[in-house]
């Protein structure tokens, strides 16, 4: 659940699209807090994104040490894949309403979202491109999550955990890509493809439509974002990340090119075995 959560997070904030091929390559850097015990049990974990956008379909590759998740979603079809090379399989959600008969899925309630973002009117240029700082605050209080799915003895390590995010990002509007990453932010937006996916998941996020609706209102491509993320509250679970430090995380858009992109990067690989949810 933490990888999915994760990877749609990511998806998110990277994916773009509606009127070009795109294909947007970020690096993340990750320092102090779990990444130092990491670092001490000899992994180094620098994760990479690779965007691809053509027409309402984007994929997305989260390339992190020896594992790649890969997320291809279809606004026009109502439709998100997640590819597992190591065990080739491809689930597809499919989102709206499920056929009649359907049982229901088994329904979770995750932590609560928190959040506000706004211009601070700060600029800075990056790479020669001109960019404006935006500034966010997050909170995702995990203690309320609840349902089936959470074990009584996760529950009760969660109990008290807040986490925190605090950090900038810097949004370019000249640069290619850009009108075309607004643009399917608002077309997802307007699709609510992020209440759709965790409907089809069986999961509501308190707070999330408010937050997704606060970062669509700045328009951009984010180019650099900075966050620092520390830890509240009481209980095991805090304890233990409180005394691990904060930690930062750095995600930097390395290339953006507007080459042709194949239809089949966004189709199911043949040998994969689908399971559809």
Known sequence: ??????????????SAALRAD????????????????????????TP?????????????DVEAGPSTVVTIIDLAEKQIIILNAAQKTATIKQMGAPPAGTPPAPTMTG???????????????????????????????MSTMAGANVPPEAAA?????????????WLAKDVPGASEYMAFQKAAAGG??????????????????????????????????????????????????????PMKITNKVSSINNDP????????????TIVKQ
């Open 1 to 14: 659940m933490k990888r999915w959560f994760t990877t749609f997070a990511a998806v998110l904030l990277c």
């Open 22 to 45: 795109i294909t947007i390559v970020q690096s993340i850097t990750m320092e102090g807090g779990m990444m130092a015990m990491a670092a001490q049990a000899g992994q180094n974990i």
């Open 48 to 60: 990479k994104l690779t965007t691809r956008i053509k027409g309402l379909k984007t994929r997305t």
């Open 111 to 141: 932590p609560t979202v928190d959040g506000s973002m706004k211009a601070t009117g700060r600029s800075q240029t990056i790479d020669g491109i001109k960019t404006d700082e935006f500034k966010f605050i997050t909170s995702i209080d």
């Open 157 to 169: 390590m969660m109990k008290g955990l807040k986490m925190n995010m605090d950090g900038s990002i």
């Open 192 to 245: 609510d493809m992020a209440a759709a996916a965790m409907g089809a998941a069986g999961m509501s996020i308190p707070g999330m439509e408010k937050l997704m609706k606060a970062m669509s209102g700045a328009e951009g491509l984010a180019y650099l974002t900075e966050v620092t993320m520390t830890i509240d509250g009481t209980g095991q679970m805090a304890d233990m990340m409180k005394q691990m430090g």
């Open 261 to 272: 992109i194949s239809d089949d990067q966004f189709k199911v690989p043949d040998g994969y």
